[in-house]
């Protein structure tokens, strides 16, 4: 008695168990989707981007990187120097005081110079009229001449940016409505890639630009986009597409471009740690500095910290060479403004209103130093994994605590969750999502504490729960969804039996090392059964490389014989499938012979008190493994009785033989399932009736007609063994002809 009460305590446990198991699964199912991107929840992906911003912010106390400064066209040079935009000659002294008077490294531009500057034009349109006046006299025609080319503005820019590291910006843009047709100035030359085998990547796709004069960009080192086409859906910009396509070539960033010029690198390399064939870039070799990337292309900005962590200086004061020359000294240099109404503000995680020239300056400082933040290709996984184990964790624990203990169970699991995700972003710059399994974590403790305070009763056992033990999976949701009445006890039962076997696989099993031929049992099995779980089939058992089912048990079905000849054809299929890879593997070609049988057979949990089976037993279940047998002997794929043959429809059919199969006395009729019905091609079509006009000469007794027939066949169908086997007992027949009461049945002497 005692043991019974404490066996029926055991089973309470296990079942209270499961329960919060399955309730922690369907809870934490929608995060798993989400960390898999199957299925988007916004919220998860916003509390992440705060969780990421307030990571930037917590290390963002860096130093002020002196390495780059930002010369700054701001509000006292406006003042200063009149309204923006400076004519180009202004422009051509800023650069040239750079580099002759202040000795900078290289010069980026966060301007777009798309049109001809307005003095150089004003100049032209006068020069124009006045070459056009017939009262010109030679010398007044040649000082004009002068006079035009002094105010070139825009040749005297090109002047300055020629044999320097200069690197102008310029924007690319999609088409829309609105721009349809926009492709202003010329761009520079496209960005050489290298790489040392095929990758896959998604590059942002620009179709448009607003691009630098011919004249500019000719005379520059370099050109670079500053736009951002994958800003978050916040507003907020945390990563930069390093590399954008357009017109079948790849062109880099403005950081991209002036990091190599200031630094005499190659062109960058693309690099992967994945393997062969379905590799995606991973990083961005640039010199020595492997720069993360998703599959954009796209860096994360590491910021340093909130806007000035580099040395700005005042244009105007670069103009009248009055900048300290320590600050610009050996310098990357970046031109931009902050001016009023001219002020490139963005909005990034270390400020709401943030200069977008110190952005780019973030990038260059951040692949100078390899700090680069990026979210790895595993991190799906690791979220997954975070979700599963955590829910996995709670549920087998939290049925059997308090509220109290409950809620300080889940406070240590997701601390030290947050802590483990904090010590790989802190350790290595790497951002791994944390709001789904935060927020998966508190809504199962909730879910199962609530559970637990509302009610202890037990959930109603399912039969199915047992069954789990001896049929798939899709059958116990089965039983589960629809509470069918089943039994384990013995009984007898009309259903439908499918053995198959690989030919000569002695022979195959013999030339090959014992792990290949496991891999190759792997890989032929799991096709094979999942064709017979998706026709509702059970697998009774493997043998070796044999496989038996059986249909119409546990669950009554009304169609088994019919759902047992398609998993048959299925199987068939799958096998096709598999021998290219077989192929490719230097595996053998496979063959496979399938047997049928339909008969009133016993069904039932069988075995001994150590080792129990849900199995299938009886005469008929014999006869479906003799068939498969015959099946190779018939040289026919898929052999049937004539008892399946009386429960199906909608398969074109060949009948075999009457044959008497070894230790029975009654004949039986067995068929070829060819194919559905209707899928038969023309020219089999043609094949079987020549075939059956020959077997009804055979069964006529009429040997020369029929052994003429069947010759006719083997030699149109060399290959086709069920001829050449009637072409034989043809000829037999002739030399010793059967009996006069020769009923037509082959007896078989071998199983």
């Known amino acids: 008695?005692?043991?019974?009460?404490?066996?029926?305590?055991?089973?309470?446990?296990?079942?209270?168990?499961?329960?919060?198991?399955?309730?922690?699964?369907?809870?934490?199912?929608?995060?798993?989707?989400?960390?898999?991107?199957?299925?988007?929840?916004?919220?998860?992906?916003?509390?992440?981007?705060?969780?990421?911003?307030?990571?930037?912010?917590?290390?963002?106390?860096?130093?002020?990187?002196?390495?780059?400064?930002?010369?700054?066209?701001?509000?006292?040079?406006?003042?200063?120097?009149?309204?923006?935009?400076?004519?180009?000659?202004?422009?051509?002294?800023?650069?040239?005081?750079?580099?002759?008077?202040?000795?900078?490294?290289?010069?980026?531009?966060?301007?777009?110079?798309?049109?001809?500057?307005?003095?150089?034009?004003?100049?032209?349109?006068?020069?124009?009229?006045?070459?056009?006046?017939?009262?010109?006299?030679?010398?007044?025609?040649?000082?004009?001449?002068?006079?035009?080319?002094?105010?070139?503005?825009?040749?005297?820019?090109?002047?300055?940016?020629?044999?320097?590291?200069?690197?102008?910006?310029?924007?690319?843009?999609?088409?829309?409505?609105?721009?349809?047709?926009?492709?202003?100035?010329?761009?520079?030359?496209?960005?050489?890639?290298?790489?040392?085998?095929?990758?896959?990547?998604?590059?942002?796709?620009?179709?448009?630009?607003?691009?630098?004069?011919?004249?500019?960009?000719?005379?520059?080192?370099?050109?670079?986009?500053?736009?951002?086409?994958?800003?978050?859906?916040?507003?907020?910009?945390?990563?930069?597409?390093?590399?954008?396509?357009?017109?079948?070539?790849?062109?880099?960033?403005?950081?991209?471009?002036?990091?190599?010029?200031?630094?005499?690198?190659?062109?960058?390399?693309?690099?992967?740690?994945?393997?062969?064939?379905?590799?995606?870039?991973?990083?961005?070799?640039?010199?020595?500095?492997?720069?993360?990337?998703?599959?954009?292309?796209?860096?994360?900005?590491?910021?340093?910290?909130?806007?000035?962590?580099?040395?700005?200086?005042?244009?105007?004061?670069?103009?009248?060479?009055?900048?300290?020359?320590?600050?610009?000294?050996?310098?990357?240099?970046?031109?931009?403004?902050?001016?009023?109404?001219?002020?490139?503000?963005?909005?990034?995680?270390?400020?709401?209103?943030?200069?977008?020239?110190?952005?780019?300056?973030?990038?260059?400082?951040?692949?100078?130093?390899?700090?680069?933040?990026?979210?790895?290709?595993?991190?799906?996984?690791?979220?997954?994994?975070?979700?599963?184990?955590?829910?996995?964790?709670?549920?087998?624990?939290?049925?059997?605590?308090?509220?109290?203990?409950?809620?300080?169970?889940?406070?240590?699991?997701?601390s030290a969750g947050v802590l483990l995700n904090f010590l790989l972003a802190f350790g290595g710059y790497i951002f791994l999502p944390l709001a789904g399994f935060v927020t998966s974590a508190f809504v199962v403790s909730m879910v199962l504490i609530g559970i637990n305070a509302i009610s202890e009763r037990r959930k109603k056992r399912y039969l199915s729960r047992t069954f789990a033990k001896y049929v798939p999976r899709e059958l116990v949701a089965q039983f589960e969804a629809t509470e069918a009445e089943v039994s384990l006890e013995g009984e007898s039962r009309e259903m439908t039996i499918l053995f198959s076997d690989i030919r000569n696989f002695t022979s195959i099993s013999e030339h090959l090392p014992p792990t290949e031929l496991t891999q190759l049992m792997n890989h032929y099995l799991t096709p094979v059964t999942q064709a017979i779980q998706r026709y509702r089939g059970n697998v009774d058992k493997y043998i070796g490389d044999a496989v038996m089912a059986f249909w119409g048990a546990p669950l009554q079905n009304e169609q088994h014989a019919q759902d047992a000849v398609g998993a048959a054809l299925a199987m068939q299929a799958a096998l096709v499938m598999l021998r290219a890879e077989f192929r490719e593997r230097g595996w053998p070609e496979l063959k496979m012979g399938i047997g049928i049988n339909t008969a009133v057979v016993n069904i039932g949990n069988m075995g001994s008190e150590f080792r129990t089976a849900y199995t299938v037993l009886g005469d008929g279940v014999n006869l479906a493994s003799r068939l498969e047998g015959l099946s190779k002997y018939y040289d026919a794929p898929i052999v049937v009785s004539e008892h399946t043959v009386a429960k199906i429809t909608g398969y074109t059919l060949r009948e075999l033989d009457r044959v008497r199969v070894k230790g029975k006395s009654e004949p039986i009729t067995i068929y070829e399932v060819m194919a559905v019905e209707g899928w038969l091609s023309t020219e089999r079509t043609q094949q079987l009736a020549d075939y059956e006009e020959a077997l009804s000469l055979y069964r006529e007794r009429d040997w020369p007609a029929a052994e003429s027939a069947f010759s006719g066949l083997c030699e149109t169908y060399p290959d086709a063994g069920l001829y050449r086997l009637y072409q034989t007992r043809c000829k037999e027949h002739l030399v010793q002809p059967p009996a006069t009461d020769w009923d037509g049945v082959y007896s078989m002497s071998s199983k």
């Open 1 to 414: 008695m005692p043991d019974t009460h404490l066996n029926h305590a055991r089973r309470r446990k296990i079942h209270r168990v499961q329960f919060s198991v399955v309730m922690a699964c369907l809870v934490s199912l929608p995060f798993v989707l989400n960390a898999l991107h199957i299925y988007d929840i916004n919220l998860l992906q916003t509390l992440d981007n705060t969780v990421y911003d307030a990571k930037i912010n917590y290390l963002g106390s860096m130093e002020v990187d002196r390495r780059i400064v930002i010369v700054d066209v701001d509000d006292a040079s406006l003042l200063r120097e009149g309204q923006w935009p400076w004519s180009r000659r202004k422009i051509a002294t800023l650069v040239d005081n750079l580099f002759d008077n202040y000795g900078v490294r290289a010069v980026g531009f966060d301007i777009v110079f798309a049109e001809p500057d307005r003095v150089t034009e004003g100049v032209r349109t006068v020069v124009d009229d006045l070459l056009a006046s017939d009262n010109l006299s030679p010398e007044a025609r040649s000082q004009v001449l002068v006079t035009r080319e002094q105010h070139e503005t825009d040749a005297q820019l090109a002047k300055a940016l020629a044999n320097r590291s200069t690197v102008l910006g310029y924007i690319f843009t999609e088409f829309t409505s609105h721009n349809a047709d926009m492709k202003t100035g010329v761009l520079p030359s496209p960005v050489k890639i290298q790489k040392t085998r095929p990758l896959n990547a998604l590059p942002y796709i620009s179709l448009g630009y607003l691009a630098n004069l011919p004249i500019l960009q000719s005379a520059a080192k370099a050109g670079g986009y500053f736009d951002n086409p994958l800003v978050d859906p916040d507003g907020v910009y945390r990563r930069v597409p390093l590399l954008q396509f357009h017109d079948g070539a790849l062109y880099e960033s403005l950081s991209l471009a002036l990091l190599r010029e200031a630094q005499g690198l190659p062109p960058p390399v693309l690099g992967t740690y994945d393997a062969p064939p379905n590799a995606d870039v991973d990083y961005i070799q640039v010199g020595g500095v492997q720069v993360p990337v998703d599959d954009n292309l796209a860096a994360m900005v590491p910021f340093r910290g909130r806007q000035g962590s580099f040395p700005y200086v005042s244009a105007s004061q670069v103009l009248h060479q009055e900048a300290p020359i320590e600050t610009l000294f050996d310098a990357i240099v970046l031109i931009g403004t902050t001016a009023a109404g001219l002020y490139d503000l963005r909005s990034t995680p270390v400020g709401r209103t943030y200069a977008g020239v110190e952005i780019h300056a973030n990038l260059i400082s951040g692949m100078l130093d390899g700090r680069i933040w990026h979210k790895p290709d595993w991190a799906p996984t690791y979220d997954v994994v975070a979700i599963a184990v955590t829910a996995l964790v709670l549920s087998v624990t939290l049925p059997f605590m308090s509220p109290l203990f409950g809620a300080l169970l889940f406070a240590f699991v997701v």
